[in-house]
């Protein structure tokens, strides 16, 4: 196994890299590109499969690279078609990525790491701390097994699985290119959705990307004081540097930005709270995405749902655009975290 360590991972490789490999191993270089192709075009890591090649050079691959290093564990699914993959990693260790089948199209929901080191209080993905962040390939990975089980390719990506993505900076930014870049995968970042709990110094490394993804922001509070019963004190950021990290990605990306809110019954979900937050939206032009809170394991409560359409109806009538799903299921309609969490404490 310490060997197997050392291995680079296929989805991680690049065209030289491929090109020296397959250079070494005394093969031509136009295999470089075929395998690419299958890896970034064809979206297939099993060299098996590449049958364009010749089958030593199938054999070889398998020996240099590691090839898939995860696999699916459990697939659960919820009665909205909404399907929940727990994929388990080469350590053992386990995320989530969520298939989200609307009426016309298909989203992927991925995770950037293994917990989160944020631990908001009422998700359950931060329960237990930073594990691990997840390497670029494995990122990559869990849009290959929602590929294979669903049999198709996602519309958008949105990044709200388990984890804090702009705290894995450069993972996710490799994985992203490899995702948008027209000799990779090639996906538009305008249907890429990057999640961050306000992680500010990452917002601005996003910026530095240039690309148009989409920025969603979880604000959750519209005052520090509430904001901070939601979100420890160890990463969070004032509400005015959000905002201002806002201002600079509408400006610099030419992207509205969305902002996040987890209604919590008795906390946030305020009349005077849906006027503060028509206020702040239409002043920093961001669309808002409400999230009626999940159960997990917290003391927290769901607003009921009269409640829920009444800070709604607050929001639109001040001419917010708002996005609101009702399903259960929690966040991206899936409450991701909550497998992870599950086969966690089995495992105890
Ligand atoms: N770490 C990033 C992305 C992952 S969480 C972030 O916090 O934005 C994605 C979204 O799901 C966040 O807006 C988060 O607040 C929300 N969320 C997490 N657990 C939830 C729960 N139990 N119920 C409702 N929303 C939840
Ligand atoms: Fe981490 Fe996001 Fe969960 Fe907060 S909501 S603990 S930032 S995954």
Redo the contacts with the bound molecule.
């Keep these: 196994m310490a060997s197997q360590m050392s291995l680079k991972a296929l989805a991680d490789c690049t065209y030289s890299e491929m090109e020296s490999l397959v250079g070494n191993l005394g093969q031509p270089l136009f295999r470089a590109k075929q395998i690419m192709e299958w890896v970034f075009k064809h979206y297939e890591l099993n060299p098996d499969h590449m049958l364009n090649l010749p089958l030593k050079l199938r054999e070889e691959l398998k020996n240099k690279l590691i090839c898939m290093s995860s696999k699916i564990k459990e697939v659960s699914k919820s009665n909205d078609k909404t399907t929940k993959l727990l994929i388990s990693l080469d350590d053992d260790e386990a995320v989530e990525m969520v298939i989200i089948p609307s009426r016309e199209r298909i989203t992927f929901c991925l ?2 790491q293994v917990g ?1 080191p ?1 631990g ?1 209080r ?5 329960e237990g701390g930073l594990v691990r962040n997840l390497k670029a390939h494995e990122i990559i990975e869990q849009l290959y097994h929602g590929i294979a089980h669903s049999g198709k390719f996602p519309d958008n990506i ?9 705290l894995n900076f450069d993972n996710l930014a490799e994985a992203l290119h490899k995702m948008t870049e027209a000799d990779y995968i090639g996906m538009s970042p305008r249907r890429i959705t ?5 992680y500010v110094p990452g917002v601005y490394r996003l910026i530095e990307l240039g690309k148009p993804f989409i920025l ?3 604000l ?1 509070a519209v005052d520090d004081e509430t904001r901070a019963e939601i979100i420890p004190d160890k990463l969070r950021y004032p509400i005015a540097e959000i905002l201002q990290s806002c201002d600079d990605y509408e400006e610099k990306i030419g992207r509205m930005v969305t902002f ?4 919590l019954a008795g906390i946030n979900d305020s009349r005077a709270a849906a006027e503060k937050l028509s206020a702040m939206a239409r002043k920093h032009h961001a669309k808002v ?1 409400l ?6 394991t ?1 003391e ?1 409560k ?1 607003p009921k749902e009269i409640d829920i359409l009444n800070f709604r109806d607050i929001l639109e009538e001040a001419g917010v655009t708002v996005m609101l799903r009702l399903e259960k299921g ?3 309609n899936a ?4 497998l992870r969490a599950k086969h966690m404490k089995n495992d105890k």
């Design positions: 995770s950037t989160c944020v908001c009422f998700c359950a993905s931060g949105v990044f709200m699985g388990i984890g804090e993505g702009l990057i999640s961050s709990s306000g969603a922001l979880s959750h996040e809110y987890t209604l995405n999230i009626p809170y999940n159960k997990t917290k927290f769901r929690g966040k991206v409450a991701c975290g909550q």
